[in-house]
């Protein structure tokens, strides 16, 4: 398996301007989470999915940040418009009902300027 | 609200040495305790995971214990080497809300 897959792995954009993030999950896995990781608040949930549907998105930060979950197999961030302190990494993790270990991402470092 | 705290920050030590990274959280209503390593540029990984009703988890040289009385988890590793090196991160499922919450992490460097 080819592990839970997210893109881009870099992203540079400029403040003002519309991102998203990718994550394909590991298949099988009905549980979906999306993590911010920076230096000054350590890894934060932002929100998570169960079969598709968001069961808790209140580490959401604000209303330009957003979530989806179309199938099983995808899932996207987005935040528009972008600012600078969005900078951060930010991970996706999969898990599968009856498994307490989450598997996580790569990462896809975020850089607004 | 629950929070968990990681001690050193960072770590050095020689090749060979066993050491113990700590892990302290504020809230003992906790479904399981997890420890993560992450390796720059790197997700996470699962290293062992302790449910609220067991002492203690051992994987290779890797031995993670849990208190949950007192709020502390330690990861003891034997016998370390330089690819041990990277950040440990604890964390924590609350049994209130289901969420996994991290702590800031020890980094540490094995030197050859």
């Known amino acids: 398996d080819a592990g839970v897959i997210q893109s881009p792995r870099h992203e540079v954009t400029e403040m003002g301007q519309e991102v998203t993030l990718r994550c394909k999950p590991i298949?099988?896995?009905?549980?979906l989470f999306w993590y911010r990781q920076t230096m000054m608040r350590g890894l934060e949930l932002l929100i998570y999915f169960n079969n598709n549907v968001p069961i808790d998105d209140s580490g959401m930060p604000e209303d330009r940040f957003s979530a989806k979950m179309p199938n099983a197999s995808f899932s996207t961030l987005k935040i528009q418009p972008s600012e600078p302190r969005d900078s951060a990494v930010y991970f996706c993790?999969?898990?599968?009902?009856?498994?307490?270990?989450?598997?996580f991402g790569p990462g896809t470092r975020l850089l607004v300027l | 609200k629950q929070e968990v705290t990681q001690i050193p920050a960072a770590l050095s030590v020689p090749e060979g040495e066993n050491l113990v990274l700590n892990c302290s959280f504020t809230?003992?209503?906790?479904?399981?305790l997890q420890w993560f390593r992450q390796d720059p540029g790197k997700g996470l990984t699962s290293l062992l995971l302790?449910?609220?009703?067991?002492r203690e988890q051992t994987s290779g040289r890797l031995n993670a214990s849990l208190d949950k009385s007192s709020g502390r988890s330690t990861l003891y590793i034997a016998a370390s080497q330089p690819g041990d090196s990277a950040t440990y991160l604890c964390?924590?499922?609350?049994?209130?809300?289901?969420?996994?919450?991290f702590g800031q992490g020890t980094t540490l460097q094995v030197k050859p």
């Open positions: 809230d003992s209503a906790i479904y399981n």
């Open positions: 964390a924590v499922i609350s049994s209130n809300t289901g969420k996994l919450i």
């Open positions: 298949s099988g896995h009905n549980s």
């Open positions: 302790i449910q609220s009703s067991q």
């Open positions: 993790a999969s898990r599968t009902t009856g498994s307490e270990t989450q598997y």
